[in-house]
């Protein structure tokens, strides 16, 4: 019998907790958790209990896939690579590069999505390469970037319990959190005051000293009309306000349309809540806001995140430890996919592809030269489908077919390519399109790296061989990169694309596997070997160099309900389920707490519709419609309607809208008007 403990990385959420996974003569038998990881410190919530047990699922894909006559049928790498190739080459050839658009994962290793978006640039030609951050905080990577210079969190996780004053908007940090939901409760029972603000009664705000139950989708006003009490109040930071940003008596004639009355109104949150909170976060010190997916997934994304910063600069709660701005990065390497450059304006770094020196120092490493236009978004990859411009997709560990907005419009659009391929570790609702299907190995079956939301970098170790004939992403992409010609993809190791991903991306250059394996704990920026990483950002300095605030204007949401749809349908998650449930519905412990969808009504509004608890619902957009099960509660808003996104059967993105923020392109998920009715059962 031989028992092995291998240190690795949670394939779930952004918090980056380690765990052993226990090998059992060459098979996993459990997780242990690992007390001297600084985030979990031996503590696991469910997900991560089980992580295990997809791993291991009968259904895991084993061998490669070809559709013929409309099938799908087993066969060998070498075909599958041969038809990749020559379809690939083909519909380059035909229509150019920027005819093919890949999808690249917040699932996969840092090294899978450096290897995925040099592959789109460097082997095909195109910057036509994007995945699901932008789905879910590419608002927060264009709005903080703007205000401070860095799109990411400001501290560190440890930070959050050390803090005075903890807002919260727009993230159900216990749920989708829970290692950082913990430390929120930690740092209250330390003395920290919390402020919750959320369009829902999430189970933060049983802990919260004022919850502020707004309308979804009203961010702006709210926090404008915090900053009006706080500049009326006298409670802004003034010195830090002259000596470190910039556009400040613009911003603070904007704020003057912002009082408590109007805010009421607008928010429907009362006055008196209002001012206790302003006056809570600006009389504090170590003030900090952590937000996520409530702020973010709208057409204002970027005006809110924006919003956000311009709270933090106006009362100095930014640039020093236990202070700042944390938006809380959702999947487990959604943070590290972004620093790859799996997106379609920037290299590795958020080097942008317009800046010469940038485009000629990867062009030199890469031997090639490399495409010069920013590329399409997910959305607009669906888009330039339907309209028939797009004509191939590469999908890498992502599920359209139930993480986009508007899904009937993703099926046609999937429909209208000539060639897709989907790189999986399950048949996933998005592979059921695919041309090719290729068997991925899961995390616990490869080398590599995940970056946690809070900038850490950490290791992904091999427990056990990956089943069947399935390969690790990187060798995959490797493989085919070498088929179509390329003299660049010849790696022995993940190890060794994380040595050029060190060469090429500055705030990574002091990151390295032999630090890493010693246990160091690395958080970007990391300049050199010398380096210790960076805790916490912007001290004495923005990235920018001056904090920028912004003048911002409260705008409706893109579809607001009417006669024929008078609910407004929020989006959200569940703590039990992680995404799109390719891998948590696989675990029949979660699937036991959380089997399907439901949708959460207020009482008041079940009466009217003579709803009772369980009843089955039509639930219907303008884009689509589904049967669901009702939720009674009054923990959501008469008016309002929630649904959580993670199951095809009842797909809540189906109905939701996928009209986008202008500047980030992010769809507004949290936002759309549907209409509720009962399903009568003769
Ligand atoms: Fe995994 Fe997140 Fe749970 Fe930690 S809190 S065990 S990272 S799902």
């Known amino acids: 019998m031989n028992l092995d403990f291998v240190l690795t990385t949670c394939p779930f959420c952004g918090c980056g907790c380690q765990f052993y996974l226990e090998v059992l003569d060459g098979e996993i038998s459990g997780v242990t958790p690992c007390k001297t990881d600084e985030i979990s410190e031996g503590k696991l919530c469910i997900k991560g209990r089980n992580a295990q047990k997809f791993v291991q699922h009968k259904d895991r894909l084993k061998r490669p896939l070809i559709k013929e006559d409309g099938r799908l049928r087993e066969t060998s790498w070498k075909e599958a690579f041969g038809i990749i190739g020559k379809r690939l080459n083909e519909i380059q050839q035909d229509f150019g590069p920027d005819a093919i658009g890949f999808l690249s994962s ?62 919260v908007i727009g993230s159900n940090t216990i749920e989708q959190h829970p290692m950082i939901g913990s430390r929120i ?52 930071d003034k ?9 400040f008596e613009a911003f603070k004639k904007k704020i003057k349309l912002y009082p408590p ?38 057409t204002t994304g970027t005006d809110n995140v924006k919003s956000i910063a311009n709270l933090a600069l106006l009362t100095g709660n930014v640039g020093r430890e236990f202070t700042g701005v944390n938006p809380l990065r959702g999947q487990n390497n959604v943070q590290g996919a972004c620093d790859m450059g799996a997106l379609p304006n920037v290299y590795s770094g958020y080097q942008t592809i317009k800046d010469k020196m940038s485009k000629e120092k990867f062009e030199q490493a890469w031997g090639t030269p ?7 978004t997910v959305v607009e990859m669906i888009d330039a489908a339907c309209q028939g411009s797009l004509k191939a997709m590469y999908i890498m560990g992502e599920n359209p077919m139930v993480s986009d907005p ?20 399950f048949y996933s609702e998005t592979a059921t399109f695919a ?151 696989k675990i029949s412990s979660l699937e036991r707490e959380a089997p399907t969808g439901f949708i959460e009504l207020n009482p008041r509004d079940a009466q009217r519709l003579k709803l009772g608890q369980g009843d089955k619902v039509m639930a219907k957009s303008r884009r ?21 996104f993670h199951f095809a059967e009842c797909a809540a993105n189906q109905l939701t809208n996928s009209r986008l923020d202008p500047e980030a392109k992010i769809p507004e998920f949290k936002v759309c008007a549907v209409d509720v009715s009962k399903i009568e059962v003769r």
């Not at 879910?136 to 400001?154: I, K, P, Q, R």
């Not at 029972?189 to 979804?216: C, S, T, W």
């Not at 010195?239 to 910039?246: A, D, K, L």
């Not at 009355?261 to 900090?288: N, T």
């Open 185 to 236: 409760v930690t740092a209250k029972d330390k003395g920290a005051k919390l402020i919750v603000a959320d369009p829902r009664r999430i189970p933060l705000a049983n802990f919260a000293d004022i919850y502020l139950p707004m309308k979804p989708g009203t961010d702006v006003c709210l926090l404008n009309g915090l900053m009006n009490i706080i500049l009326k109040e006298g409670l802004e």
């Open 624 to 644: 689509g419609e589904i049967v669901i099960n009702a939720f009674i509660t009054d923990r959501i808003a008469p008016g309002v309607v929630f649904i959580p």
């Open 435 to 585: 041309d090719v299907v290729l068997p991925a190995a899961s995390f616990a079956e490869k080398e590599g790296t995940f970056t946690a939301t809070d900038r850490r970098v950490l290791r992904v170790r091999k427990a056990i061989n990956p089943p069947g004939e399935s390969q690790p992403d990187w060798v995959i992409i490797s493989q085919i990169a070498q088929k179509m010609g390329s003299s660049k993809f010849d790696y022995s190791s993940p190890k060794e694309i994380m040595e050029e991903i060190v060469r090429l991306t500055p705030i990574y250059g002091g990151i390295s596997y032999d630090r890493l394996d010693k246990g160091e704990i690395l958080a970007w920026p990391c300049h050199n070997q010398d380096h210790p990483g960076t805790k916490f950002l912007h001290k004495g300095t923005f990235t920018r160099g001056k904090g920028r605030f912004t003048p911002i204007d409260y705008k409706d949401p893109a579809e607001l309900p009417d006669k024929e749809f008078p609910f407004i349908l929020t989006t959200g998650r569940v703590m039990f389920q992680y995404h799109t449930g390719t891998m948590t519905r």
């Open 239 to 247: 010195r830090f306000i002259r000596e470190r940003t910039e556009g």
């Open 106 to 167: 917040a699932k996969c290793t840092n090294e899978e999505n450096f290897l995925l978006m040099k592959f789109a640039r460097a082997v095909i030609g195109t910057n036509n390469v994007d995945h699901c951050a932008r789905l879910c905080h590419a608002s927060t990577v264009v709005g903080l970037t703007s205000a401070f210079g860095s799109g990411a969190m400001t501290n560190s996780i440890p930070e959050v319990e050390s803090a005075d004053c903890i807002f």
């Open 406 to 425: 508007d899904i009937n419009h993703v099926r046609e659009g999937l429909e209208a390519l000539d060639f897709l391929v989907v790189q999986e570790i």
């Open 261 to 298: 009355e109007k805010v009421k109104e607008i928010c429907g949150v009362d006055i008196e809540g209002l001012q206790k909170a302003a006056r809570m976060y600006g009389e504090s010190r170590r003030a900090m806001i952590l937000y996520s997916m409530g702020i973010t997934q709208h």
């Open 370 to 376: 490399l495409p010069k236009q920013p590329g399409l």
